[in-house]
């Protein structure tokens, strides 16, 4: 990938890498200015090793994904005290947070981060084909981790 | 919660329908740091395979000292036992650092990046409960070859051998349960596809 491809990718997808940042930083402003910048680096870093093997789009997934998750396991110490809330809410719709939702993402925050990834990509707007992907798993797959998911979510409510 | 989840991807489905791209991007420049978080990490790995492949040949190397006396052999067993398993351990550290690629499937780089945070906490029970013990233990074993008598130690000596035999089982039953479970999941991926 040119210099030139690079940046008109990056253009098209930025707001995706914003919206992975917001969502692992768990509302800390300057953790999701961390995690933006370092899935940035990645990008850059690894940009000739895109292959075709899967949508650009798909690409810029799965490097972001995978470098949120790095560094949410690297950082896990840190205490999970502020939920992703109105911050993600606002990204991702235009309406302001209400309390169901925000409940939401409070029970999404409790789920592993390789869930949250699937449900961040539900969320975002991903088809099977794509969640698939990114994943490295099969579309069946798929919807049966996220009908697992949602069940879980189920449970945590109750 | 589902059909707020529902919800939440229509909106943003909507959103992404009627935002357009932009064109150029002119804020942004080429990082120039050098480092990456797991560059560090990749970089003692990878040294840290030969660096436990000297160690294992310099106790094999040592051998001719210790094989004219049972209790000297069986010291001499032991340790080289330690130093095949940290060859062992660095060899799996090495091929599940060669996973942690982020340009891979997430599920995969997942399951491996859980394989190496097992691998990593038992090399420090590893180095807690068997490496640092056995070492201070067998070392009135491994002192009369060079001349050096520690056996007024023994009854030390005699428990952390106890300690060790107790732990070194329990640690090895959990670290393999652990890898089962890892290995039936990462071929659970690989055959789904």
Redesign the interface.
Known sequence: MT?ADF??N???Y??LLHSISVTFARGDTDAEKDIY??I???L???RD??NGDCSIKN?FY??G???A???W??DKKRPATTPITDELSDH????PADP??RE?YR?IDLLP??DQ?I?YL????ASEEEMA??????K??VGVRLHRI?NK??KL?N | MEDLLDQLRSDSLARQSQSPSTEGHPSFKAPARSQSAYDHLRWRLNWGLPGSIAILAVVAALAPLYVHRLPYLISYIVVLAIAVMRVMIAVQMFIAIRHLDPTRPVAEVSAYADRMTLLQRFNRRYTLYIKLPVTVCLGPLFGPPFGLDFFSLRWFVIVWLVLCAVLLPLNAWGIIRSFRRLDAAIENIRSEN
Not at chain 1, 92 to 95: I, Q, Y
Not at chain 1, 133 to 138: C, F, K, N, P
């Open positions: 210099e940046i008109a990056l253009a098209q930025e707001r910048q370092e940035l680096y990645n850059w870093r690894y090793r895109y690409w799965r490097v994904l995978n470098t998750i790095s560094l396991r690297k991702l719709a235009d309406t169901l939702r939401l029970l981060k390789d990834a449900v539900y969320i975002d707007g992907s990114v994943l490295g798993i099969t069946t797959n949602k979510l189920k409510k």
